[in-house]
């Protein structure tokens, strides 16, 4: 916790829906949960300009550590993280809102190494992901064999990097866009499979490589998102969830997930120089 303060300093970097959500939150609610909003930094500055008070807008994210923050949380694009996660874990706890950037192999090393040597903990939330702990959980324990997770939304929901999503129409009903591992998706739908990404963390013996998953678009999802996780462990044990989130038309995130983040902000606290899921 920063020096003369009863409260964590909380940073938050990236001003779209959950960023606001965040912002507000803390604005709100913050002070009898013991936080405080220390910065808010976004891309696009002007986007700031009459929202927030003047000294709450960073307008250089590289001026970070003139904040003093606690924890810095990053909700906007996974190359935030790249360009900045090393330097965020040198002088706070990070949570990465964007844990598909993870999928880079060198990138993970990189951040964990950092949280290692500077005694910071790099927070992974679990957002759309039901049931992580438990994953978890079964992979700590060596039983863990298989995951897979399929995540079907409406076209309008997808923000993909190459073209497989083009020339959609209304009525075309279900189209599997993609089946692979995570590595593979992560690339390809940066925005949209942070939940998968979690999994992968959950699921550390398996991997960005090791867990399976498949991006649907479905023209009938109008109201909600769908996540199916499949686990398989030994002798034949299965667990299978599906979560329907509400979301409206051409949103990324869930409705659920925003408070799922809130939540998991709560718990950032510090657990030592480590990767921890929340």
């Given at each position: 916790?920063?020096?003369?303060?009863?409260?964590?300093?909380?940073?938050?970097?990236?001003?779209?829906?959950?960023?606001?959500?965040?912002?507000?939150?803390?604005?709100?609610?913050?002070?009898?949960?013991?936080?405080?909003l220390a910065f808010v930094w976004n891309r696009n500055p002007t986007k700031l300009t009459g929202l927030l008070p003047d000294e709450l807008i960073l307008s250089e994210l590289s001026r970070f550590a003139d904040r003093s923050c606690d924890v810095i949380v990053e909700v906007c694009?996974?190359?935030?993280?790249?360009?900045?996660?090393?330097?965020?874990?040198?002088?706070?706890?990070?949570?990465?809102?964007?844990?598909?950037?993870?999928?880079?192999?060198?990138?993970?090393?990189?951040?964990?190494?950092?949280?290692?040597?500077?005694?910071?903990?790099?927070?992974?939330?679990?957002?759309?992901?039901?049931?992580?702990?438990?994953?978890?959980?079964?992979?700590?324990?060596?039983?863990?064999?298989?995951?897979?997770?399929?995540?079907?939304?409406?076209?309008?929901?997808?923000?993909?990097?190459?073209?497989?999503?083009?020339?959609?129409?209304?009525?075309?009903?279900?189209?599997?866009?993609?089946?692979?591992?995570?590595?593979?998706?992560?690339?390809?739908?940066?925005?949209?499979?942070?939940?998968?990404?979690?999994?992968?963390?959950?699921?550390?013996?398996?991997?960005?490589?090791?867990?399976?998953?498949?991006?649907?678009?479905?023209?009938?999802?109008?109201?909600?998102?769908?996540?199916?996780?499949?686990?398989?462990?030994?002798?034949?044990?299965?667990?299978?969830?599906?979560?329907?989130?509400?979301?409206?038309?051409?949103?990324?995130?869930?409705?659920?997930?925003?408070?799922?983040?809130?939540?998991?902000?709560?718990?950032?606290?510090?657990?030592?120089?480590?990767?921890?899921?929340?």
């Amino acid at each position: 916790m920063a020096a003369g303060s009863s409260l964590l300093r909380i940073g938050v970097v990236g001003y779209g829906h959950l960023g606001q959500y965040l912002v507000e939150r803390i604005l709100k609610d913050g002070a009898a949960l013991g936080l405080t909003l220390a910065f808010v930094w976004n891309r696009n500055p002007t986007k700031l300009t009459g929202l927030l008070p003047d000294e709450l807008i960073l307008s250089e994210l590289s001026r970070f550590a003139d904040r003093s923050c606690d924890v810095i949380v990053e909700v906007c694009h996974p190359q935030i993280v790249k360009e900045f996660g090393q330097h965020f874990l040198s002088q706070s706890h990070f949570m990465v809102g964007s844990p598909s950037a993870l999928s880079d192999p060198d990138l993970n090393m990189r951040l964990r190494q950092a949280a290692q040597q500077y005694g910071r903990t790099l927070y992974v939330p679990t957002g759309a992901l039901w049931g992580g702990q438990d994953i978890q959980r079964l992979n700590d324990s060596g039983a863990l064999k298989a995951l897979f997770i399929r995540m079907s939304k409406h076209p309008s929901c997808f923000r993909l990097t190459g073209d497989v999503l083009s020339g959609w129409t209304e009525g075309e009903g279900r189209r599997v866009l993609f089946r692979g591992s995570v590595a593979e998706l992560c690339p390809l739908a940066p925005n949209n499979v942070n939940t998968m990404a979690a999994a992968a963390v959950a699921a550390g013996t398996l991997g960005f490589t090791g867990v399976q998953g498949e991006i649907v678009s479905d023209t009938a999802l109008s109201d909600f998102h769908v996540v199916e996780v499949e686990v398989t462990g030994p002798d034949g044990f299965t667990v299978h969830t599906v979560r329907r989130n509400p979301a409206r038309l051409g949103a990324v995130t869930g409705n659920a997930t925003y408070n799922s983040f809130w939540n998991s902000l709560l718990t950032c606290k510090g657990h030592g120089g480590r990767v921890y899921l929340c």
